[in-house]
């Protein structure tokens, strides 16, 4: 079976080099600042206690008032899972940093969500629509489209 | 004397007859070697994850099967896996292993299908094609007699399966389970030692096992590059825990390994599909859940092997009687995201056989 890593036993440590950035470690979910994400994510896969090398998906979710991005990471070598949330408030210009230099499985999946939800990945070098066509006005899984 | 050359920009597709779908490629060509790739795509974007937001739980079952569309029975059972692991529901063994046998069946369907496409890319016009067709149709006449439909089946819902397989179903499936494995034989005489397909497939559009990790390609594609990973066995669910059966990896990762792992996992759903024969237990094979059902507010994410790779689902519940968010993690479009490497350098001749063993799915890769 696939074990999910303790969020706790995660935060401890990579406290040893993020004292910020760490919000919550609830049992199953890692809650990080999503300035530090990037950072994060590299210590993640570089680390050989978690080498977690293989990101499953991205997933962005709109809560009206903030958006949500859940990050589904695996390890193929030590067969463990980790789930990391991070939120941007806001729904004018939501940004992150792209995860593409760490998993350039990111590719096609920030693109989709660019084109799906509106959050824009800083670093993403083809950030471009990729299920609607260039020209189309809005985003069409964020709640409020067209009126919602 | 000096001939100045220059590359040219040509597009293949939206309507090409090797793309199965409306897939579109932008290449440009120096002579005859690809020098840059851009896909495109979208085409068939219905947007699957927007519809599910406003249909109940038991609807969405029906939205699945219209994603991968020569896989519908594994997109079923990969979404309710997701809905029992969100609302904690029980499914009755019976249930579980009819599930297992209908998944196991699609996949051999799907599998015949990418196989039979794949040689029809390489110009083996008609022949093989027909030959898998043949062997498919009498799957989907099982899947008939499952649930009255034969592609957009609808098979399973949250909790088990919507019936039990009617009497006259046993007979007609143990007699695939007899003469699939002599057709097998017979499908592997004919191409294995084929030299054209050799030298076609055989060291052509190679995905080292790095890069087919970095850029999270599952199932058949990551397994043919030699990383053993299968979800059936890493991660079992439904009764996969208690079947034996090998994983088959390639060594290459070329096109050739793509197309014998997929021949090769066909023997082994043999392998379950027999063990499931015996094994498979009395009783209902569904636990009541009520049409309308409001799971607890949370959230979950569940995959399964997939015939293309590991298909998830994620979602999230508000308490409501729909998912607040349904995110599909699709794996014939991940595993597009290598292609782009995979294409660069070869010849153009090269493209639909590198692109053919990807087995990707735009019903899937658009939703």
């Known amino acids: 079976m696939t074990i999910a890593l303790k969020a706790s036993d995660v935060a401890k440590a990579l406290r040893g080099f993020f004292t910020d950035g ?11 600042d999503s300035n530090y994400l990037f950072d994060l994510c590299k210590l993640l896969k570089e680390n050989n206690e978690f080498y977690l090398n293989y990101l499953v998906a991205i997933t962005g979710v709109d809560y009206i008032d903030r958006f949500q991005l859940i990050y589904h990471l695996k390890s193929l070598q030590h067969n463990h899972s980790l789930v990391i949330k991070t939120e941007l408030i806001g729904r004018d210009s939501p ?34 629509r990729i299920m609607t066509w260039e020209g189309f006005e809005g985003h069409p899984l964020r709640r409020d489209h067209l009126g919602g | 004397m000096n001939i100045r050359t220059e590359p040219i920009t040509i597009n293949l597709g939206p309507q090409h007859p090797s793309t199965h779908g409306v897939f579109r490629l932008r290449v440009t060509l120096d002579g005859e070697v690809i020098v840059d790739v851009e896909p495109i795509f979208g085409y068939l974007h219905r947007g699957t994850e927007k519809l599910a937001e406003e249909r109940s739980y038991t609807q969405i079952v029906t939205l699945t099967d219209r994603m991968d569309y020569v896989s519908s029975m594994l997109n079923n059972q990969a979404y309710v896996i997701a809905v029992e692991k969100l609302a904690g529901l029980d499914v009755p063994d019976r249930g579980k292993f009819l599930r297992v046998i209908a998944g196991e069946l699609q996949r051999i369907v799907s599998h015949l299908v990418a196989t039979g496409f ?39 819902r949250p909790g088990g399966v919507f019936q039990d397989a009617p009497d006259d179903f046993w007979p007609s499936f143990r007699a695939i389970l007899d ?42 594609v990551l397994r043919a590059s030699g990383i053993p990973w299968d979800l059936r066995k890493s991660n079992p669910y439904d009764v996969y825990g208690d079947l034996n ?63 293309k790779g590991e298909l998830g689902f994620y979602l999230v519940s508000d308490g409501g009687i729909s998912p607040y968010r349904c995110k599909v993690r699709s794996p014939s479009l991940i595993n597009l995201t290598p292609l782009r490497e995979m294409l660069l350098g070869w010849k153009i001749a090269d493209l639909m056989v590198i692109f053919g063993s990807l087995d990707v799915n735009m019903g899937e890769v658009d939703r």
């Open chain 1, 22 to 32: 760490i919000l919550r470690d609830n049992l199953d979910e890692l809650w990080i």
């Open chain 1, 95 to 128: 940004s992150i940093s792209s995860v593409m230099n760490i998993w350039p499985a990111a590719d096609l999946q920030e693109r989709e969500i660019w084109d799906l939800m509106g959050i824009h990945f800083a670093g993403h070098p083809n950030l471009k």
């Open chain 2, 245 to 307: 059966f090998d994983i088959p990896i390639g060594t290459n990762g070329d096109s050739y390994d793509r197309f014998l792992v997929r021949i090769l996992e066909i023997r082994e759903s043999l392998r379950i599909l027999e063990q499931c024969w015996t094994l498979i237990p009395s009783g209902p094979v569904r636990s009541k859940v009520p049409y309308f059902f409001r799971p607890p507010v949370g959230d979950c994410y569940a995959s399964i092997e997939s015939s």
């Open chain 2, 118 to 156: 794949f040689l029809q890319d390489l110009g083996a016009f008609g022949t093989p094609l027909m030959y898998c067709f043949r062997e498919r149709e009498k799957i989907l006449e099982l899947f008939e007699m499952l649930c009255g439909a034969r592609v957009t089946v609808s098979y399973m």
């Open chain 2, 179 to 220: 003469s699939l494995p002599y057709f097998m034989d017979e499908i592997e005489r004919l191409l294995e030692e084929n030299e054209i397909l050799l030298i076609r497939t055989k060291g052509i559009g190679i995905l080292t096992p790095q890069s087919a990790i970095d850029n999270a390609t599952s199932g058949p």
